[in-house]
Structures are given as C-alpha cells and as structure tokens.
C-alpha cells in the first residue's frame, strides 16, 4: 500500500492527472521546453501544497501527475501555473512567438483527474509512455 500522507488533522492520498495543452495545438514543447515548464512548476507547487509525481510530454501538450493537499486550492494553482509558464517560456525561447501570435501559451481549458480508478503505477508508465512515437 502507498504510504498515506498527512497533516496534524487528517491522513490522505490525493494524487492528480493534469493535461495542459498548447493554445492551437501547436507544437512547440522540445525536450528543452519541457524541462523548463516541469522546473517552473517545481517551484510553484510548493507554495499551493502540491507536489509534482511524474512528468512527461507531447509537442503540443503535457501530462502531469501531482500530489496535493485537501487545502490545496488546485484551479488557483493551476491559472498560477500557467499564466507564470506562459510568460518565462515565450520571454526564455522567443521562436514560440513565431507559432503563437498571440500572448497565450497554453489552451484556456485542461484536463485534470483524479487518480484511483487505475492503480497510479498505470497512470505513470502511461505518462511515461507519451511521446515515444517522436
């Protein structure tokens, strides 16, 4: 069994999958995109109680899965998350203003799910597996 997180009051297992697509479908995430975006969110986890898990990408999108608090206010973290990477990634690597025109960087929507239909070790290996046909 995993090892349940906790706090003074409560004892939890909450674990996430976030999906985050590029505005257009664009593709524009390279390895060294990627490892940017996952150490921008490293650094703003934190501060919301959430803590990445596992990482991995597509060009035009990335899948995430994270671990969170039950005072985590994970909408909040997430437009945090984006509108910072938003920002850092098009000042840091200007070629992405060459396929996006526009000041967004990321889709408006995403994806997030809560893991625990399927044993997270699934979640994982399938996030692992993504982008292998590049």
């Given at each position: ?40 969110f ?20 990335i ?6 608090k039950?005072?985590s ?62």
């Open positions: 069994m995993r090892e349940l997180d906790h706090n003074q009051h409560s004892v939890y297992l909450l674990y996430y999958h976030l999906i985050m697509v590029v505005k257009y479908r664009r593709k524009v995430i390279d390895e060294a995109i990627s490892e940017r975006a996952e150490e921008i490293e650094y703003i986890a934190p501060g919301y109680g959430i803590a990445l898990e596992e990482w991995n990408h597509d060009a035009d999108h899948h995430v899965m994270f671990r969170a039950p005072s206010e994970i909408s909040k973290f997430i437009n945090a998350y984006k509108s910072a990477s938003s920002r850092l990634l098009k000042k840091e690597y200007p070629e992405i203003r060459e396929k996006l025109w526009k000041e967004a960087f990321w889709s408006q929507s995403y994806c997030l799910l809560t893991v625990g239909v399927a044993p997270i070790e699934v979640i994982r290996e399938y996030i692992k597996s993504q982008g292998e046909k590049r």
